[in-house]
């Protein structure tokens, strides 16, 4: 949780509204959702396997990988919740922080182990800490946002939701593929990193903005590429784009329980 305190921080100095707040949690709850990776690779094995994969990215590495700095971030938000919800508004994230650094560094002179800190949680939250710890930091399940955001007053939505929006699933450089997304069209229909572009339905490649601006889902392309040397051909549909943008909207007509959770969450209403 490297990176969470940081909107935190910003929210409660005022910088940035309750509503500005939501919008950047959506908006990081959305990038971690879009990347393939995050439904492979765990909170605890993304950190432990930092140095190996984050740090030495390559042009699979969304679709095996997460930053943990990011999905770090994430789970902040999410036990922030679900303490909240807990203690009926009494305590939060804040607490286990508190009683990790008295209890360990203060009295102990130590850090803290995997299990201590699963602990730490359980004891702040009063309840076992081991199911969202199994879910959400060792698992790679989704969290229910929609209920979790719910009771604090905010509706949860997906704002592509209903939208066509074309959509490959790959990302170029220079004419160059550098990135294929698992699952996507241009994946199962065989364009590979480092493809060359060399047309797209036997006009000139000026980029994917460009390409898709006239397409409709279930639109083909016929792509001519140079790969090793050689130049081969690929029909490639267009697909309805899988990517999520969340959005956190203010409820208004909040009730008495959403009032004090969100007033324990955010200081204010």
């Known amino acids: 949780m490297t990176s969470y305190y940081s909107g935190v921080i910003l929210q409660r100095m005022g910088k940035i509204s309750n509503q500005g707040y939501a919008n950047r949690i959506a908006a990081e709850i959305?990038?971690?959702?879009?990347?393939?990776?995050?439904?492979?690779?765990?909170?605890?094995?993304?950190?432990?396997?930092?140095?190996?994969?984050?740090?030495?990215?390559?042009?699979?590495?969304?679709?095996?990988?997460?930053?943990?700095?990011?999905?770090?971030?994430?789970?902040?938000?999410?036990?922030?919740?679900?303490?909240?919800?807990?203690?009926?508004?009494?305590?939060?994230?804040?607490?286990?922080?508190?009683?990790?650094?008295?209890?360990?560094?203060?009295?102990?002179?130590?850090?803290?182990?995997?299990?201590?800190?699963?602990?730490?949680?359980?004891?702040?939250?009063?309840?076992?800490?081991?199911?969202?710890?199994?879910s959400y930091i060792y698992g790679v399940q989704t969290p229910d946002y929609k209920n979790l955001f719910n009771e604090f007053g905010f509706t949860w939505s997906n704002t592509n939701e209903g939208k066509s929006i074309p959509y490959l699933g790959f990302t170029v450089m220079?004419?160059?593929?550098?990135?294929?997304?698992?699952?996507?069209?241009?994946?199962?229909?065989?364009?590979?990193?480092?493809?060359?572009?060399?047309?797209?339905?036997?006009?000139?490649?000026?980029?994917?903005?460009?390409l898709l601006a006239d397409k409709k889902v279930g639109d083909t392309i016929l792509f001519s590429v140079k790969r090793d040397g050689l130049e081969r051909s690929f029909i490639v549909p267009v697909q309805q784009s899988p990517l999520l943008a969340f959005s956190l909207t203010d409820q208004k007509n909040l009730t008495e329980n959403q009032k004090k959770l969100r007033l324990k969450w955010l200081g204010s209403l």
């Open 30 to 134: 959305s990038s971690v959702e879009n990347t393939p990776g995050n439904h492979l690779e765990s909170a605890a094995e993304a950190s432990w396997d930092a140095w190996i994969k984050y740090y030495r990215p390559n042009e699979n590495s969304r679709n095996q990988t997460v930053s943990y700095y990011d999905k770090g971030m994430l789970l902040g938000h999410v036990l922030n919740a679900w303490i909240i919800k807990s203690t009926q508004g009494q305590k939060s994230i804040d607490d286990v922080f508190k009683f990790l650094y008295q209890a360990y560094y203060k009295k102990l002179n130590r850090g803290f182990t995997d299990p201590e800190l699963e602990d730490a949680f359980t004891r702040v939250a009063g309840t076992s800490a081991k199911p969202i710890f199994e």
């Open 174 to 210: 220079a004419g160059k593929i550098t990135s294929v997304y698992r699952g996507a069209s241009a994946y199962v229909y065989g364009l590979n990193v480092g493809d060359e572009i060399v047309s797209a339905n036997k006009t000139s490649f000026e980029g994917l903005d460009k």
